[in-house]
């Protein structure tokens, strides 16, 4: 069994940056072959996606929320997915949750990932 963890939240001030990381490990399936994605979920809203990416990389998927600010990576060697933010904003405050997707294409369709990380937590105040 896969499991994901989550790292690099922290408090970040408007205007900042954070790099967020996410490190599969376990047996069972390969981290290399499958589609990977970023999720949050700010207090009292519904957790929704932010971005996804291909299993090669290539292809890459965001929200509109985020798009020029974030960039999410994965370097397949080291079983690592991260997610890079720029240009922060108050309302990018949330739990932040990587998750796979066990085969098929590259979404931000929050059903379609079964493999969940803990979440780790991303504040944006001054």
């Known amino acids: 069994q896969v499991q994901l963890v989550e790292s690099g939240g922290r408090l970040v001030q408007p205007g900042g940056s954070l790099r967020l990381s996410c490190v599969a490990s376990g047996s069972g399936r390969t981290f290399s072959s499958n589609p990977m994605a970023w999720f949050r979920q700010a207090p009292g809203k519904e957790r929704e996606a932010v971005a996804a990416i291909s299993w090669t990389g290539v292809n890459t998927y965001y929200a509109d929320s985020v798009k020029g600010r974030f960039t999410i990576s994965r370097d397949n060697a080291k079983n690592t997915m991260y997610l890079q933010m720029n240009n922060m904003k108050p309302e990018d405050t949330a739990v932040y949750y990587c998750?796979?997707?066990?085969?098929?294409?590259?979404?931000?369709?929050?059903?379609?990932?079964?493999?969940w990380g803990q979440g780790t937590q991303v504040t944006v105040s001054s």
């Open positions: 998750a796979a997707k066990w085969g098929g294409t590259t979404s931000l369709r929050e059903y379609e990932y079964s493999g």
